[in-house]
């Protein structure tokens, strides 16, 4: 993969992540990784909201909704300490 096809996947994953649209989400996963996502939505959300604390590219507030998401559930944020409560 190119430098550029590299810049382009993040871009997608980014603005997918961003949307939060369920349709758009899957549709992404499917695209680069080549499988589905789970069906189960509690487990689809837990995942967005985890690659969402990861994904450094996106702004603050959305990795700290997404943070404040996982731990109201019981669940630990991947992000590496930088995203505020």
Partial sequence: ???DEI????????????????Q???GYFRKYNGTEMPE???????AIH?????????PMAA???SKR???ARGSKPMDDG???I
């Fill in 40 to 46: 189960d939505p509690e487990v689809f959300w837990r």
């Fill in 63 to 65: 990795r700290t909704e």
């Fill in 1 to 3: 993969m190119t430098n």
């Fill in 69 to 71: 998401w996982l731990l």
């Fill in 24 to 26: 758009r989400l899957r």
């Fill in 7 to 22: 810049k382009n996947m993040v871009k997608a994953r980014d603005a997918a992540l961003l949307s939060m649209d369920e």
């Fill in 50 to 58: 985890k690659a969402r604390t990861a994904a450094t590219g996106l």
């Fill in 82 to 84: 930088d995203v505020p």
